[in-house]
């Protein structure tokens, strides 16, 4: 079972570039997530999608971008890199219409640097 | 503010030894809580969760989390930590109601081990 799945794992990129996370989930959950991890601070909220066709923004959106495929796959952008992006970025999905009861799984992460 | 509260960044604790990781939260109701581990360079793994009835929950790798309403904590306890167990620990809720079933999460407490 592949669970969710992030591409790529590693990534360095100039300040200005532009890229796009990948993520994609096989359990049919109707739920996905976008986090980034900074040390000490836990991780925290980029945008979420809580069912196909939606998309919002959460605790940190500012520089980004997403875009919710399908129900399988929940892409983040980077349109411009700055130095401040430089994070682990974590993908994670949820069953939402079983109750804000259901625990998230997450990918492996994105390890991201910009220079 | 809404938060949650690791107070400990890091633990050390010999192997063997009994471990109690503190997380708070302050809501106005008690939410739904959650503890995750990361070890080195994976995603996250849901250890426990806590929704309504006993107060204290069991979870994988011999863990459990007692909820206190009064003191609005949450803490995770393992009675003989094992050197397997380092990693990093992150206390999560999704605060009730809530939209898009969000955690927040805690600011993590990294666990070593002495053998």
């Known amino acids: 079972n592949a669970g969710v799945t992030q591409t790529p794992k590693f990534q360095v990129l100039k300040t200005g570039q532009s890229m796009t996370l990948q993520c994609a989930q096989d359990?049919?959950?109707?739920?996905m997530y976008w986090y980034r991890q900074d040390p000490g601070m836990g991780l925290r909220l980029i945008y979420y999608?809580?069912?196909?066709?939606?998309?919002d923004k959460g605790e940190v959106p500012n520089g980004y971008n997403v875009s919710r495929l399908n129900k399988r796959e929940f892409s983040l952008r980077l349109e411009s890199a700055a130095p401040s992006q430089t994070s682990v970025y974590f993908c994670?999905?949820?069953?939402?219409?079983?109750?804000?009861?259901?625990?998230?799984?997450f990918g492996d992460g994105t390890r991201l640097s910009i220079l | 503010a809404q938060s949650v509260t690791q107070p400990d960044i890091h633990i050390t604790v010999s192997e063997g030894a009994s471990l109690e990781l503190r997380c708070n939260y302050s809501?106005?109701?008690?939410?739904?809580l959650f503890w995750y581990v990361q070890s080195p360079g994976q995603g996250l793994q849901l250890l426990l969760k806590?929704?309504?009835?006993?107060?204290l929950v069991q979870g994988i790798k011999g863990f459990e989390a007692e909820f206190k309403r009064s003191q609005s904590s949450f803490n995770l306890r393992k009675p003989s930590v094992h050197w397997s167990d380092a990693a990093e620990y992150f206390c999560?809720?999704?605060?009730?109601?809530?939209?898009?079933?969000?955690?927040?999460f805690g600011g993590g407490t990294r666990l070593m081990v002495k053998p």
């Open positions: 994670a999905s949820s069953d939402l219409y079983s109750g804000g009861d259901q625990p998230q799984h």
């Open positions: 359990m049919n959950h109707n739920s």
């Open positions: 999608s809580a069912s196909e066709g939606t998309t």
């Open positions: 809501y106005g109701a008690t939410p739904y």
């Open positions: 806590y929704f309504s009835g006993d107060t």
């Open positions: 999560a809720v999704v605060p009730w109601p809530s939209s898009g079933n969000m955690l927040t």
